[in-house]
């Protein structure tokens, strides 16, 4: 059961006007050739003010594990096999000098409901325009993400991290499916855990997604549902200059029986609009047991994402260090 009533496709459809969209874009912000959009934020002055946060040297990985299991929330199954193994050197003649090993070949869909990745700004567009007026055919079939590549992130996000544990906030394990976080629940979060989110941060919102899947098992998301922020937190967003916005879940809450286009406004205005960059289904349960122990809600967090050419996105392991 929910803590109030669900939002509806009309409720949503405010947050894709082309008012709002216009109200919350950076497009122009730094100027008409910018492709990092909301990176900007992230400044010398803001990686040692995260450099600042490291006391103790305890690092803590924000990933899932990439597993090969089909399962309803793994819309695209990723793949691994070995193309070399341990078995044929185990009764092999022994040879001096000779090498032996073993050798992988992965593939995945990085985009999607269960891999922890990044999106590009290159991953969603409006009326046929990426970020910053780009054109959609600047990401094609032939080439990729000529513009907004996620390679743009090559030198790593290195900056502020702050975690807002809703489920902590209401003395739950996780939240519901379907569960809409409103802008209230993030100020009445800033306010218990005595923290602010300030310009460059990168701000992790843990729902309990993960411990849910743990615990309860996969579902069919798109189907039952995925708590997640809801559209009105798109101006605090904005006005707190957040750089990178990451949970556990796919970000934008997922209300079951709504139709797709009308799900992801974190997403459309937050990519397309302000160039905000994401991490979609993050591992968010140790970060916020190494917090809660510390009763310390920042640290330094580093995100680096691998140097894929073109490409619109890039499974990745953020590291948050106390």
């Given at each position: 059961m929910t803590r109030r009533p669900m939002p509806t496709v009309e409720d949503t459809l405010k947050f894709f006007t082309q008012d709002f969209f216009d109200k919350h874009s950076n497009w122009g912000r730094w100027g008409?050739?910018?492709?990092?959009?909301?990176?900007?934020?992230i400044t010398p002055v803001k990686r040692l003010q995260a450099a600042k946060l490291i006391r103790d040297g305890e690092t803590v990985s924000c990933a899932r594990p990439v597993t090969w299991e089909r399962g309803p929330d793994v819309i695209?199954?990723?793949v691994h096999f070995m193309h070399t193994s341990g078995e044929r050197w185990v009764h092999a003649p022994k040879v001096e000098g000779q090498m032996q090993g073993a050798a992988d070949w992965f593939g995945m869909a990085v985009h999607g409901l269960h891999i922890t990745h990044l999106d590009s700004l290159g991953h969603?567009?409006?009326?046929g325009k990426a970020f910053n007026g780009f054109s959609a055919d600047k990401v094609n079939t032939h080439e990729g993400a000529?513009?907004?590549?996620?390679?743009?992130?090559r030198k790593a996000i290195v900056t502020r991290g702050?975690?807002?544990?809703m489920p902590r906030l209401y003395g739950l394990p996780y939240l519901e499916r379907g569960e809409p976080l409103y802008l209230d629940d993030l100020l009445a979060a800033e306010k218990a855990q005595g923290v602010k989110v300030e310009p460059g941060d990168a701000l992790l919102v843990r729902t309990g997604a993960y411990k849910r899947l743990l615990e309860k098992g996969p579902a069919d998301e798109v189907k039952e549902g995925r708590a997640g922020l809801y559209g009105n937190t798109l101006p605090y967003l904005h006005e707190r200059g957040v750089a990178v916005l990451c949970s556990d879940a796919a970000n934008d809450v997922i209300v079951p029986g709504h139709p797709m286009p009308f799900r992801l406004p974190i997403h459309h205005v937050g990519i397309a609009?302000?160039?905000?960059?994401?991490?979609?289904?993050?591992?968010?349960?140790?970060?916020?047991?190494?917090?809660?122990?510390?009763?310390?809600?920042?640290?330094?967090?580093t995100v680096a994402p691998l140097r894929l050419h073109n490409a619109t996105?890039?499974?990745?392991?953020?590291?948050?260090?106390?």
């Open positions: 008409k050739d910018d492709q990092m959009g909301t990176l900007n934020h695209q199954q990723p969603h567009f409006r009326y000529t513009v907004m590549s996620v390679e743009l992130a702050v975690l807002l544990d609009g302000m160039g905000l960059w994401l991490i979609d289904n993050g591992n968010l349960e140790d970060v916020a047991e190494a917090c809660a122990a510390r009763k310390r809600w920042e640290f330094s967090l996105g890039s499974p990745v392991n953020p590291i948050a260090v106390f």
